[in-house]
Every structure is written in C-alpha cells, then in structure tokens.
C-alpha cells in the first residue's frame, strides 16, 4: 500500500475525508445508544464519547466512511481522534483504548478494500488519526503556578505507543499526528511512532497537521508556520500541513510559508469556515471548493480535505476540482 500511496500522490492531488463529529452529530444518539451492550452498566455518563462509537456502534461508522469514498475521498481517517489512554481519561475508559483504536482502524480498513476492489485504478487508504490529546507538555493550565505541567513528555509517548500500536494492528496504511496544538506533544507521538517502526521494521508513512489557532497566525504554544515545520523535519514525515481552527481563505497564508520551504508533501483540510454564534459551520460545499480552488492554483497541496463542518457535499465539491489537478512535486523520504 506504502508504494501505492507514493504512486497515487505522484499522480494527483489526494482528498482527504470530512468531519466525523459532524457525520456523527446528525444520528442524534442516546446514552443508550453510545452504551450499547457492552457498556450498559458502565458507571459514568458515555454520551458525546464519539471514538466509543466504533465499539457500540460499529455501521454507523463504516457508513460515515462509505460516504466519503463515494463522494470521492482517497483517503479516510479513523474514528479515533481521542483514543488515547490520556483523553479517554475523563471517561474512566482507558482500559478501551486498544479494542477502541483496533476497531475503528479495522471498520476503515474493510471500507476501503471494499471500494479498491470495486475500482482498481483508485485505490482507497486508511490514516490512524491521532489527536493532540486534552493536556499540553509546554504549558501550565495554573495561571498561578506558571512552572507546573499536567502531562509529561514520557507520559505523552507511552499513551501514543499504544495508539499507533494498535491502529497498525488494525491495518491503517497512514498514521496522521493532527490538530497539533503544542508540538511537544507531536513530538511526543512522532518518538512513539519512530519507537514503534523500529519495533516493527515498519515504514509505514507519517503525516503531520498542526493548527494554527487564531489571527496571530501561530500554533497554541506559540509557533509560526514556519518554526512548526521546522521544528518536526528531523522526522521522516509523508507530509505536512494544517486542518481545524480556520477556514480555507484563512489558512492559505500559513500553506503558502510551508509549502516552498519543504520537499515533502503539503496537506490542508480546512473548517467549513468560521463558526459562527452557535457554534455552527455556514459555508457551503460550493463557498469552501471556491477558496480551495487558490490553493490548487498555486499549487500549494497534495492532499486536500475538510475538518469541522464539512460533509459528504464537501468533499464532492472539492474532489471535483482537484480531480484535473497536476499535484505539488514532492520528494519521498
């Protein structure tokens, strides 16, 4: 698959699946519903925990991910974006952790061979989603006590061992680092995931997306596009980008830093937009493939997809005009 992959980015722009939560959100599930039978009388409230989903309800997610390949995705993520020992914390679930991530790696994986065998010539791929966990490496959450941390370095790499340990054992043919708030926490996960290669005699590819959380135009712990991109190139990475916090027209700035100063590839999957007062995501398929359209003008992405907000729609709108794209040249590593 790993040469598949290489082959398919040299060919032309991969799209990237949409939200999950969003997908998710509109089976308006019950706390019966997230329960399942397996948790019926687990002790604490389970409602809103979407990772446990691929547990209780495994065809609500396979059908999440069906709609994204039909709609043109190459690549979907996994179901997994806080299954970590430390997020599911808050849950009282981190006994779940490795059935929760081998599961949902496992539903992605069998939907994707499903389409590659329908149409050959496109095959499909699997990314182990890895989110940046709920506590950060490089700041203090005590205003008061500005020295004091919630989670340390090793702490961080043991739980993302045992995340990519088992998305690998369900089959993922990517791991994705995303949403990086604090690049010590990335760090963190890109020792685990060097550990585990090692480990395994692995190759399996590696993609990066940070998160650029406001107008200042830095990460949460204070980095620039740039220094971010810097600071993780001593990994052999597939990728590098940005997804969540802006919408396309914003983020284009911060693409635009990376994308000439870096052989790998360049990868975005942007909100629908901006929230608005409710929390809620107004751009249309058609406003967000518009702002996406100057990133394939430019030439700035490989890989293009959508983070909050975006839908099946989306990705169509998207995968339509990228379809015709020559890709970024990039240099495997």
Do not use: W
């Not at 691929?54 to 806080?82: C, M, W």
């Not at 010539?121 to 990314?127: G, I, L, M, Q």
């Not at 990475?237 to 396309?248: D, E, H, K, Q, R």
Request: hydrophobic share 40%.
């Amino acid at each position: 698959m790993r040469e598949q992959l290489k082959k398919a980015l040299s060919d032309r722009v991969l799209v990237l699946d949409g939200a999950m939560g969003t997908m998710l959100q509109a089976y308006n599930f019950s706390e019966e519903d997230f329960r399942g039978e397996r948790f019926i009388d687990f002790h604490l409230s389970l409602k809103g925990n979407n990772d446990m989903l691929s547990l209780t309800q495994p065809d609500a997610i396979a059908t999440v991910h069906r709609k994204y390949f039909a709609a043109g995705a190459d690549i979907v993520e996994t179901n997994t974006f806080s299954s970590t020992t430390i997020a599911m914390a808050d849950y009282e679930m981190e006994a779940y952790v490795y059935d929760m991530n081998y599961a949902s790696a496992k539903i992605a994986k069998d939907v994707a061979k499903a389409f590659t065998e329908k149409e050959p010539h496109k095959p499909r791929f699997v990314a182990g989603s890895i989110g940046p966990t709920n506590k950060t490496a490089s700041m203090s959450p005590d205003v008061n006590d500005p020295g004091f941390r919630a989670v340390s370095f090793d702490e961080l790499r043991v739980s993302y061992k045992q995340q990519v340990e088992a998305l690998m054992d369900g089959g993922v043919d990517i791991l994705m680092v995303e949403t990086v708030f604090d690049t010590l926490n990335a760090k963190a996960c890109l020792f685990a995931i060097e550990e585990v290669k090692e480990e395994r005699n692995s190759q399996i590819p590696v993609m990066v997306s940070g998160t650029i959380t406001d107008a200042s135009g830095r990460t949460l712990s204070g980095q620039t596009a740039e220094a971010f991109l810097i600071s993780i190139s001593h990994i052999p990475l597939l990728s590098v980008g940005f997804n969540c916090a802006l919408g396309a027209s914003q983020l284009q700035p911060h693409l635009e830093a990376i994308a000439s100063k870096t052989s790998v590839g360049i990868s975005a999957h942007p909100n629908a937009g901006l929230p608005n007062a409710f929390g809620e995501y107004d751009e249309t398929p058609e406003m967000m493939a518009s702002q996406i359209q100057k990133y394939l003008n430019k030439n700035l992405v490989n890989i293009i997809g959508g983070c909050c907000g975006t839908t099946p729609d989306h990705i169509k709108a998207i995968a339509a005009i990228a379809q015709d794209i020559t890709p970024r040249p990039i240099q495997f590593i």
